[in-house]
């Protein structure tokens, strides 16, 4: 997905407005840590035909009202009830039955690219799941079994050598393109090649880029088609690919399972325009390419489903409708003219009511929690907020629920006292500054904080926001009637999104110079696991002088320290446990005021099958199993 692009829906491991390129970047070119702390710890057992037979539902009812019991949320496929958050534990109305079409539909032209190496929006690593196959990937299951790593095109999991520098992957044999001819480990290692040139793929993620041990000044297959990058990959013959790293990296599971691991046949490559015909090595492949109008998809008549236990491939056909008004996509929802709302972001605000409050209609909803955490940064850079106790006080005297209202209620969004999001293995629940019974803060607390930190009459400072965000201007709002009680006069800064974490809230010369001592802020995981959710936002490390990050608030030196040590260890509930002392310590340090974690009211298809939400891509649902009912 195009990295600078205005609407950024639920993009991984950024917040929704930044480069994805300067975003890994900048972080990786400290190059501490494995990226994607969700993959790193995914030691998951692989799905067996078993188990995903169960998950298809094989033998199920097609009714839709036929869901008997609700799912333990262990990804057994235990059909769930026709009912309010039905797919969030189980899956919703199994059935393995196939054909028919299942009809998507998106607001605006494609945000960034269906190009694998060029995509960086969650609902796009959702989708292109059905055309295109990782290494490994998520298990495609309902509830928390979804944080599994299991193999896609590989035959197992990542074999790690040289303390975690080295991991070794297999690919299965037989394995096709949609032309017929054979996927090996080269297309693979090319794959990831080309995904380096930033200059024609701008909106990838470049954990690879950064991570990898490539040649000095190498830039990618374009520019540099005669370096030899074995330092970096090797493929020793046509089913093995070995990646060596700079420095170990106990979570390479979770690059691995990037979309820039779908094979690209090099000989097929056509640079910028092999979007508008990527080879398929999925069950389905293109058959119309019409941006801005709409894309179909049709079988991979190459695609052996008995190499693939992970894609149910039930629809005969795909199509996503593209310039469809937002309302519009609403009603035709409700109405089952339209099966998905592939942004998956919830209805419109216009439609939310209706929703919850027609039965039939609340039936059909779900109203998942997303790993993404709407927070606020204190700045300890900015006086008086360079005193902990001032911090603090800000933690105890913020009233929360005007928080949550501010960004729409409890539908959209849980009140949060941690910085890890509950989806992420390693969240530990703990509550550092209660806000009392009602949750609108402890004012007492707050008042002898501000005592401790020689302010006992309050303070004077700035909050920015996002102008462009009415969430987040009703944000700033509600900190500035909270901390009003305890005297803190807080003045409101808006400046518009496109230059907000480059030259304001995440230069830190300027919100020094402009006393900004708080950031409205936010961040979603680029995959669930604590490097994948924190490192961005907790490392010192990423923050720059010319600015560009999302973190300006969090530079404690033992944090950095600490995730160095746990993107490092191979343990996997070691390093989890790791993830969640990094958490604690941070709200020891009262830089981050937690908000709410992001929900998102989300309508199942009227004549849908096999409708579960998959946590690890994101909190959407799963399209790469969902069914049409016949």
Same mark, same amino acid.
């Given at each position: ?157 990542? $074999? ?58 190498? $830039? ?52 910028? $325009? ?357």
């Amino acid at each position: 997905m195009t990295g600078r692009r205005a609407e950024r829906t639920r993009l991984r491991g950024r917040d929704e407005d930044h480069d994805p390129t300067a975003k890994t970047e900048r972080v990786l070119d400290q190059m501490r840590n494995t990226r994607r702390g969700g993959r790193a710890g995914a030691l998951a057992v692989a799905l067996t035909t078993t188990a995903a037979l169960a998950l298809a539902g094989c033998g199920g009812s097609n009714n839709s009202d036929s869901g008997s019991g609700s799912g333990d949320g262990s990804g057994d496929g235990s059909s769930a009830s026709n009912e309010f958050n039905a797919a969030l534990d189980g899956v919703w109305n199994p059935s393995d039955t196939k054909g028919g079409t299942l009809t998507f539909a998106y607001p605006t032209d494609w945000p960034d690219s269906v190009d694998p190496g060029d995509t960086y929006y969650g609902f796009s690593w959702n989708f292109l799941r059905n055309y295109g196959r990782k290494l490994v990937m998520f298990k495609p299951a309902p509830g928390d079994a979804s944080n599994e790593i299991v193999p896609d095109l590989a035959t197992d999991l990542g $074999k790690a050598s040289d303390g975690g520098k080295t991991w070794t992957y297999t690919l299965k044999k037989g394995l096709k393109y949609e032309d017929g001819t054979e996927i090996t480990a080269a297309d693979v290692k090319y794959a990831v090649e080309r995904s380096f040139d930033k200059t024609v793929f701008p909106d990838g993620p470049a954990y690879f880029d950064a991570m990898l041990d490539y040649p000095a000044n190498y $830039k990618g297959p374009y520019k540099s088609p005669d370096v030899n990058t074995d330092s970096a990959i090797e493929t020793p013959d046509k089913y093995t690919i070995v990646f060596h790293l700079k420095q170990p990296f106990a979570g390479f599971d979770y690059l691995a399972q990037l979309p820039q691991t779908i094979p690209v046949p090099q000989a097929k490559d056509t640079g910028k $325009k092999y979007e508008q015909h990527v080879i398929s090595s999925g069950p389905y492949m293109f058959d119309t390419y019409s941006p801005g109008k709409e894309y179909v998809l049709v079988r991979n008549p190459e695609w052996d489903p008995a190499t693939d236990p992970n894609r149910a491939a039930l629809p005969d056909k795909l199509v996503v409708k593209l310039g469809v008004e937002a309302n519009d996509i609403d009603s035709q929802l409700i109405s089952g003219d339209l099966d998905v709302a592939i942004a998956g972001t919830g209805v419109a605000p216009a439609a939310l009511t209706t929703v919850l409050q027609d039965p039939q209609l609340k039936a059909r909803a779900d109203n998942p929690l997303n790993p993404r955490l709407w927070y606020t940064s204190i700045n300890p850079t900015v006086k008086p907020f360079d005193d902990i106790h001032c911090r603090k006080a800000v933690e105890f005297g913020m009233d929360r629920t005007a928080f949550q209202n501010a960004w729409g209620g409890p539908t959209t969004g849980d009140i949060a006292t941690t910085v890890l999001p509950p989806q992420i293995p390693g969240h530990v629940d703990f509550d550092l500054y209660p806000a009392g019974d009602d949750q609108t803060g402890d004012l007492d607390k707050a008042k002898a904080e501000l005592e401790e930190c020689g302010q006992p009459d309050g303070f004077e400072t700035n909050m920015a926001f996002r102008s462009d965000r009415p969430q987040e201007q009703a944000e700033a709002e509600a900190f500035q009637q909270a901390l009003d009680r305890i005297g803190i006069k807080v003045s409101l800064k808006p400046y518009t999104s496109e230059n907000y974490f480059t030259t304001q809230c995440g230069l830190p010369s300027f919100v020094v110079k402009n006393d900004l001592g708080l950031c409205a802020n936010g961040w979603g995981a680029d995959w669930n696991d604590g490097f994948g959710f924190l490192s961005q936002i907790v490392d010192s490390r990423v923050i720059r002088p010319t600015g560009g990050s999302s973190n300006t608030s969090v530079r404690i030196p033992e944090v950095d320290k600490m995730l160095d040590a746990a993107s490092t260890e191979l343990d996997q509930a070691k390093r989890e446990q790791m993830w969640g002392d990094i958490d604690r310590r941070v709200m020891e340090e009262a830089v981050i005021y937690p908000g709410v974690f992001a929900k998102a009211l989300t309508v199942r298809p009227l004549n849908g099958t096999n409708v579960f939400v998959n946590i690890a891509e994101g909190g959407y649902y799963d399209y790469a199993n969902m069914g049409v009912a016949q």
